[in-house]
């Protein structure tokens, strides 16, 4: 379990591989843009030319990747995990996927004797950079303890959620919540600034109350400060909320909450900010309010 | 500023004049149900028959009523505060009401000497008994500070929001981020449930990260534990939302996921769980998913 592969170093993959070389771990990675490789070569790590060859070399591979096409093409596909698996491999996919992609991964390289995790993870970049992200694991608890080490590594908590696909069902539903906290937040905050209520005030009133919520908390000084560059983006909260609406289509649960909410980050992305921070949505209500929620 | 008035003895009432009187203040008070009186005389309240005789017998009068048309009955109906009022007297109103009805009631009583505030709380019973509520005043800065014992004598923090009505713009929205946060989880937690997810992990684990909400900590366990008794009820909550409707309306802001969660509210009002903690509308879901959150 010394020998660890990491694929896919992107805002959060190349900080948590770092965090991984860091504690002593010998690393392998493969990048599909092979320049953003160069910063962990010079720290130690092995570079190789496709996820078949990281398999090949590792015995616990870990995959983070920002859509279900990009796992299954890294998991399955012609130079994917796939073509380089040994029996006692275990495979980590970190990503934010649909818990159908999990399970199917599941399937594939069980019969071969590999063990596969899904084990996506809360926490944006600067918890990855500081090694505290949370890890929510689907599979078997067995190979979950037995990956706890490195969990450790990256993060400060890991739950074992349940089977295959618990932890990407965890993530979709986590997931729910913080984007609609995060309208919760906005629309809320726009009508008190209107109504010519100070902004911080405002945030600082309803942060000590029943109607708190870790998005206001996270994205009040980004909103009033105007900083929308992005620690998640509109985009990928809006491809999360898809998955989202899928699953919910799946489960046959009505979601009318969750559905206005993915609307209103389609009207963002339409009005051009879905490369900025998921909490530029603001910028919407304030188009239609006439107000800018800024600074006092 | 000795003699202090209340009028209305409900939920909120009761356990707020009981505080005052508890700090050593003398107090006058009216409840249109006289009974829920007796409490209060037993601990030496004076007990009139209207709230005209609580005006004139008194230097601050608090109101704490449940919607616009008894705040507007109190003070300006026949028998109302406004047939008491003298010179130097401050009349403070904690419903939650309209900021218009706030600035109306402002607008007749002060040209006749009197002082206004509006002045709703955050937290329910429990924290209006242990005497932590919130207050959110709108009104003068100086009568704001001369009230400032009266309300730390019921309550922990107090905020100057603004002018007239300004309180009850910020209660408005506060109620609004509650009420779209507690849908939230209730949306999410359906789903996670529905994939197999024990609920109390699943709170757990949010309650850790970015989507953490104050509504998933205050009702994650009486929703486990299918505890309905309000502290809040689906009813009042509705009122507040067509209040902060309302406000969107006048001040001209689209609000979307709060005008979907009063219609879920509306749903869970026709399904019979109106009188019920404003939690209950998880039964709508579980309802429409076929399962049912509860302790595994």
């Known amino acids: 379990m010394n020998r660890i592969g990491f694929i896919g170093l992107g805002t959060m993959g190349l900080p948590m591989a770092t965090n991984l070389l860091k504690k002593g771990y010998h690393l392998t990675v493969y990048n599909r843009t092979k320049q953003k490789s160069d910063p962990l070569q010079e720290l130690g790590a092995k570079i190789v030319n496709s996820p078949k060859d990281v398999a090949a070399a590792c015995d616990v591979v870990f995959t983070i990747l920002t859509a279900d096409a990009a796992v299954e093409e890294v998991m399955l596909g012609e130079q994917g995990i796939l073509q380089g698996v040994h029996a006692g491999l275990i495979v980590v996919d970190c ?73 990407s069902y965890t993530k979709l539903a986590n997931n729910t919540m913080a984007a609609i906290n995060l309208l919760s937040f906005s629309e809320s905050l726009v009508m008190a600034v209107k109504a010519g209520i100070n902004p911080d005030l405002f945030t600082q009133v309803v942060s000590g109350g029943g109607a708190r919520s870790g998005m206001a908390d996270n994205k009040a000084q980004k909103i009033i400060h105007r900083d929308f560059q992005p620690n998640f983006s509109t985009a990928l909260m809006n491809k999360d909320l898809g998955l989202a609406i899928n699953l919910a289509n799946e489960l046959q649960i009505p979601v009318p909450v969750l559905s206005t909410v993915k609307e209103m980050l389609k009207i963002s992305i339409s009005n051009g900010y879905g490369n900025e921070d998921v909490c530029s949505v603001i910028k919407c209500y304030e188009q239609w309010a006439g107000v800018e929620v800024h600074e006092l």
């Not at 991964?105 to 996506?120: K, M």
């Open 95 to 167: 990503s934010t996927v649909s818990p159908t992609t999990s399970k199917k991964i599941a399937q594939v390289l069980q019969p071969l004797g590999v063990e596969v995790l899904d084990a996506p993870v809360t926490g944006s970049e600067p918890q990855a950079i500081a090694g505290v992200l949370t890890f929510m694991v689907g599979g078997k608890h067995e190979i979950y303890e037995r990956c706890l080490p490195l969990f450790d590594a990256m993060g400060q908590k890991a739950y074992h959620m349940g089977n295959h696909g618990a932890g």
